[in-house]
């Protein structure tokens, strides 16, 4: 066993209400400057619909991720005799319509127009050339709560037409926050010539060195979730950076400290890294389960031990008991990967919205009244288009998550409101009284410190003795940089 300890983020779906405000909070901190204008490190998407970059889900066009070769995994995106020849062209990055032009307005103008008889208006400008933009074709957000057009929903890859067509009516629509997925097996990372990203020892969070970044943006057309940005500007790879200067001193993520909807869950994960290398291999809808079978119980003394000797402190491992993430993963099997079929093994986990069930039975009062659990594959949001985005395909894990939802969901209301349903709703689900409570107040009830369980790394009060042989820190192995 070779134990290593990740810092995870979870999201509940159905808590999102698609403000923004992670985006916003995320923007104003880390990418303000030129050259990051366009860049959405978090960005929260409209499903069904096209996402950002446009269409970033399908992998005919974007070559992302890995794919199976006989008995291993190759990158999509290039192969040995390929990767001179891309050093100087890459056919398959999104274009700059796939993104936006990156936009403002000239509010000075409102102010500061000379007289005349017509209203001053804030005209668009190009943050890049500083031309004047006649009309806006796009931005991060242009089909933002828009689901029910045809013309977006029709495009994403998970919705199959058919049903598209018979509900047009009766569309349905989610939010989908997404940052990168600090993955366990990195495209980004393997794709990389200069060798510019790097995965942290001691955290699993995935960067870029700036210093050693060339441009050469085989990052960009690896990643398949296209969490990794060209900046115009500097002429380096950009991303997501799991907000490290905070969580190295204990803060919570900005994206996560600012949710309005307060979806998001951050804690450790321990989890087996030699068992990756057979878990890419497995079939698309076996994936789910390989990933969970990665994630280990940090309760276990043998898990303990096994991490410790590779330098996990005492500290991270009390963290991992008190994580969120591994009774939403493990324990209950209510939390999923974002297309785990990339296999860059996502490490951001989401727990699927359950949909409104007043379209299929009438009054949802009566559902819950009656302890009915809803089918669902009758639901509004197809169990089928949750599995293509979470599971591999595989709807039954997904239908088995959605039933616990369901199921503790009757069995609180029923409890609050002094007419206990039937214990055998919960069986039914796979859940007991105890389960449905701990999810209930997971969901429900957690406070701040229960959502986020984050250790402190405390690395300014440590020597440089300490931090080599990683004691306190967490530090599991060298990372690729530090060997460097
Ligand atoms: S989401 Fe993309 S950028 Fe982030 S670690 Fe995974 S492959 Fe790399
Ligand atoms: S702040 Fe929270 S609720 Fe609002 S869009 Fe972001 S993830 Fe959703």
Redesign the pocket.
Known sequence: MDVRAQIVMA?HLD?????????ISCKNIWSDRKGTEYMWWNN?ETKPGIGYPRGWENQERYHGGWVRDGNQVRLNSVNRGGTLFSLFFQPHLPEIEDYYEPFDFDYGNLMGAPDSDDQPVAAAFSQVSGERIEQIKGSANWDDDLSGSRRYAAKDPNLPDARLVEAYDTIFMQ?L?RICNHCLHPSCMASCPSRALYKRGEDGVVLVDQNVCKGWRFCVTACPYKKVYFNWQSGKAEKCIFCYPRVESGQVNA?AQ????R??YVGVVLYDAEQVADALLKDDPDLVEAMRALILDPADPQVREAAAKNGVSEQWLRSAQQSPIYPLVKQFRVAFPLHPEFRTFPMTWYIPALSPVLSVYGETHRVLEHGMIPDPQLLRIPAGYQARLLAGGNRHLIEEALRKLFAMRVYLRGENLGKPADPEVLKKAGLDAEGARQLYKLFALTGYHDRHVIPPQVRESQGPEERKKGAGVGIIKKSRREKR
């Open positions: 999201f808590k999102c209400i698609g403000c923004h405000t992670c985006s929260v939010y926050p994206c600012s949710c309005v909807g979806i998001r």
